[in-house]
């Protein structure tokens, strides 16, 4: 039975959801064909209605939530304010009202996620959120639907373009981390406080959103081990290009026997892997199962139009689930209870790079101490002497971090060792 019109809302009218806008009008005609009914944005909340907003119908906007909320016409809300609160209010609110919800919001998703796939389930309500990981690359949908089919056991991914972007530079044009950040905030890239992007924070909430589906268990932000790129020199750089392989800042989920491992950090990359070719701002996930085998999904992970174009893919669905009557077919995948890991316990390849005495018997001082703590190690390498000082370049077989830890906290105390100046794991 066709219906002439869903009406929807808008929450939010920056960058996404003024792409979210102009691509649902944009593509208005189409959406009809491919729904069976007309979708129209019929309000949308914003701060400050005096505003200048070119192209969008002033009679559209409101400042005031509860007249969305209480309009029974509308079915759909679309919150892109991003944020904990009061998106999260909101999104409750919406529904238990019986609407349908489509967000972007990475942050409310991998903090707070249980209660909100809880409340949808509850009011048999859709609630999707492709967009709150990697932009515009599908990698939600095909985790919960597409390769439903597999025991999945790794999902390793590029998810911030920021830190990629500069790791590029670093890599392809010689550039310190502060000149390539730099260039990132120019080309508008990097944001004017970068944090949540150079240490890791923005990654790591995509990766816990992942590692949820995926896995079927519910992980959170806080489980996950978050380091960032600010750490990463030029002369790492040049190390890496030694070893034939680049830099990248990794989303790493592995769900293993003993648990599931969840973390994001630097790690060299051997040349020959897939995501070692992902440049600039680009991401790319990487998903290992056990039918599937490897399968990549790769393309912009920002952006206003790229994730515009997953919230309006999910807004399709949800109209098309409430034009054929079957609205909260797929609430929360999580229905087993798998041990996280004490990241102590995670066990990764290491690169470590020291300044120590150029003197007989230094390494093999050395050698002792990182046996004494379980570390085996792969490879040596000492190329800069200056004057008494060397430069000890190590690469280390698989080793808890734990014990890996407690080696160089044993290291930093040694007379013969000035300075551990690089700890980067490997994916090799």
């Given at each position: 039975m066709k219906r002439k019109k869903i009406k929807a809302a808008l929450l939010g009218l920056g960058t996404v959801g003024g792409g979210v806008y102009k691509l649902i009008q944009r593509r208005r005609d189409v959406m009809e064909q491919t729904i069976g009914?007309?979708?129209?944005?019929?309000?949308?909340?914003?701060?400050?209605?005096?505003?200048?907003?070119?192209?969008?119908?002033?009679?559209?906007?409101?400042?005031?939530?509860?007249?969305?909320?209480?309009?029974?016409?509308?079915?759909?809300?679309?919150?892109?304010?991003?944020?904990?609160?009061?998106?999260?209010?909101?999104?409750?609110?919406?529904?238990?009202?019986?609407?349908?919800?489509v967000t972007a919001n990475k942050d409310l998703i991998a903090e707070q996620g249980r209660e909100l796939l809880s409340a949808a389930e509850e009011n048999h309500t859709d609630l999707l959120f492709e967009a709150s990981v990697a932009g515009g690359i599908p990698i939600i949908r095909p985790l919960k639907q597409c390769l439903?089919?597999?025991?999945?056991?790794?999902?390793?991914?590029?998810?911030?373009?920021?830190?990629?972007?500069?790791?590029?530079?670093?890599?392809?044009?010689?550039?310190s981390?502060?000149?390539?950040?730099?260039?990132?905030?120019?080309l508008g890239y990097a944001e004017a406080d970068p944090t949540a992007d150079i240490e890791g924070l923005d990654a790591g909430r995509k990766v816990a959103i992942m590692a949820s589906i995926a896995f079927?268990?519910?992980?959170?932000?806080?489980?996950?081990?978050?380091e960032g790129i600010t750490k990463i020199t030029e002369k790492d750089i040049a190390?890496?290009?030694?070893?034939d392989c680049v830099i990248k800042l990794l989303g790493v989920a592995h769900n293993t026997?003993?648990?599931?491992?969840?973390?994001?950090?630097?790690?060299?990359?051997?040349?020959?892997h897939p995501l070692a070719s992902v440049r600039d701002s680009f991401n790319a996930v990487f998903v290992h199962g056990d039918a599937v085998d490897d399968a990549m999904?790769?393309?912009?992970?920002?952006?206003?139009?790229?994730?515009?174009?997953?919230?309006?893919?999910?807004?399709?669905?949800?109209?098309?689930?409430?034009?054929?009557?079957?609205?909260?077919?797929?609430?929360?995948?999580?229905?087993?209870?798998?041990?996280?890991?004490?990241?102590?316990?995670v066990e990764n390849k290491f690169f470590l790079r020291m300044q120590v005495k150029n003197q007989p018997g230094v390494l093999a001082c050395i050698t002792q101490i990182f046996g004494?703590?379980?570390?085996?190690?792969?490879?040596?390498?000492?190329?800069?002497?200056?004057?008494?000082?060397?430069?000890?370049?190590?690469?280390?077989?698989?080793?808890?971090?734990?014990?890996?830890?407690?080696?160089?906290?044993?290291?930093?105390?040694?007379?013969?060792?000035?300075?551990?100046?690089?700890?980067?794991?490997?994916?090799?």
């Open positions: 009914a007309q979708l129209e944005i019929v309000k949308i909340l914003v701060h400050d209605l005096h505003r200048k907003r070119e192209g969008v119908d002033v009679s559209l906007l409101t400042d005031n939530w509860k007249e969305i909320l209480e309009n029974e016409e509308i079915e759909i809300v679309i919150e892109v304010i991003g944020g904990i609160e009061p998106a999260k209010t909101m999104i409750l609110q919406a529904l238990r009202a019986g609407k349908h919800v439903a089919a597999n025991e999945i056991t790794d999902v390793v991914g590029i998810v911030n373009g920021t830190t990629n972007y500069i790791l590029t530079k670093m890599f392809e044009e010689n550039m981390f502060e000149s390539a950040l730099e260039k990132a905030k120019e079927h268990t519910r992980v959170v932000f806080g489980n996950v081990y978050t190390y890496a290009k030694e070893l026997a003993d648990g599931i491992e969840v973390g994001v950090y630097p790690m060299l990359l051997k040349k020959e999904f790769y393309g912009r992970g920002a952006g206003e139009f790229p994730t515009a174009s997953a919230v309006a893919g999910d807004v399709i669905d949800v109209a098309r689930d409430i034009q054929y009557g079957c609205t909260g077919r797929i609430s929360c995948t999580c229905y087993k209870e798998t041990l996280i890991k004490e990241f102590q316990e004494n703590h379980k570390v085996s190690i792969v490879r040596v390498v000492q190329k800069y002497v200056e004057d008494t000082k060397a430069e000890l370049v190590i690469v280390t077989d698989k080793v808890k971090e734990g014990y890996i830890k407690n080696a160089l906290k044993e290291l930093e105390e040694l007379e013969d060792v000035y300075e551990i100046s690089s700890v980067i794991r490997a994916y090799l």
